[in-house]
């Protein structure tokens, strides 16, 4: 059973990017190793045979630029502050302020809305959200208010009798 080493991936990567090193040619003799190129790492600039091989007399790393963060030029479009106060208004008025702030929703959403159109910043998802939002709530009330009465009305048309009414 004979083992002959074949190199993997990774090796033949590195031997073939080895191989193709930007810069001068390599001589066909290369020095003898300079101080500080035994090391072993991919920052060399040429290998052979897994020995290292020195650069040209001269020649030097070309440097490369350290990348710049830098803030967009242009963020992009806002978002409309009445969109997001209906919104807001929308929520309170279905949790807190039960009508009220739906009411606000509703018609700070419609205001949001012409103003999205003409200015074209962001928004137009939330106003239209804190509309159904509030349209919602709105029906909500007045349906629960519709049945409540009508289930008072009834309880007191069958306990009329009984207590003289």
């Not at 190793?33 to 290998?47: A, D, L, M, R």
């Not at 830098?70 to 309170?92: E, K, N, Q, Y």
């Given at each position: ?150 289930l008072f009305t009834r309880l007191i048309e069958q306990l009329g009798p009984t207590l003289g009414v």
């Amino acid at each position: 059973m004979s083992a002959s080493w074949q190199p993997g991936p990774q090796e033949a990567g590195q031997q073939a990017a080895a191989q193709h090193v930007p810069g001068p040619p390599m001589p066909a003799q290369a020095p003898p190793p300079q101080q500080g190129w035994g090391q072993v790492g991919p920052t060399h600039v040429g290998w052979q045979h897994g020995a290292p091989v020195a650069p040209p007399q001269g020649w030097q790393r070309p440097q490369q630029a350290a990348p710049r963060w830098s803030s967009p030029t242009h963020p992009g479009p806002r978002t409309d502050l009445l969109a997001v106060l209906a919104i807001i208004a929308s929520a309170t008025g279905t949790t807190v302020l039960l009508g009220l702030g739906s009411i606000a929703g509703i018609v700070l959403g419609a205001i949001a809305l012409g103003r999205i159109r003409r200015s074209g910043e962001d928004g137009r998802l939330l106003a239209i959200w804190a509309i159904a939002l509030g349209g919602a709530t709105i029906v909500g009330i007045v349906s629960m208010a519709v049945t409540g009465v009508s289930l008072f009305t009834r309880l007191i048309e069958q306990l009329g009798p009984t207590l003289g009414v």
